[in-house]
């Protein structure tokens, strides 16, 4: 089993950077790829980036690529998702998410794990 928790949420102004962290306990042996997805009120739950553990590749959603950058600390079991530029329609809560086998996924169904979820809020 791994267990997932996020960090680094909070109150911005646009334009703001934020650093998010998601740090994995447990059988981290076994994670394949982190995600990162986010959930605004009313919406559903979306896909913002996701990188391999072990290769490091990444893949991004449109909204997110050129300011997000995810990135992973293997030593540390955490990976981390960078937002730059921060716009009032990146407001949502952060999901970090585990896989266990590949490919690399940006579905919420392929997900083995999930963390509980940090607030980030853009204002103007």
């Known amino acids: 089993q791994v267990q997932l928790v996020e960090s680094g949420g909070g109150l911005v102004q646009a334009g703001d950077s934020l650093k998010l962290s998601c740090a994995a306990s447990?059988?981290?042996?076994?994670?394949?790829?982190v995600s990162w997805f986010r959930q605004a009120p009313g919406k559903e739950r979306e896909f913002v980036a996701t990188?391999?553990?072990?290769?490091?590749?990444?893949a991004y959603s449109e909204p997110a690529r050129g300011r997000f950058t995810i990135s992973r600390d293997n030593a540390k079991n955490t990976v981390y998702l960078q937002m730059n530029n921060l716009k009032l329609e990146d407001t949502a809560v952060y999901f970090c998410?585990?896989?266990?086998?590949?490919?690399?996924?940006?579905?919420?169904?392929?997900?083995?794990?999930w963390g509980q979820g940090t607030q980030v809020t853009v204002s103007l």
């Open positions: 998410a585990s896989k266990d086998r590949p490919p690399l996924s940006g579905r919420p169904a392929s997900m083995e794990s």
């Open positions: 990188i391999s553990r072990s290769s490091g590749s990444t």
């Open positions: 447990g059988r981290t042996d076994r994670i394949y790829a």
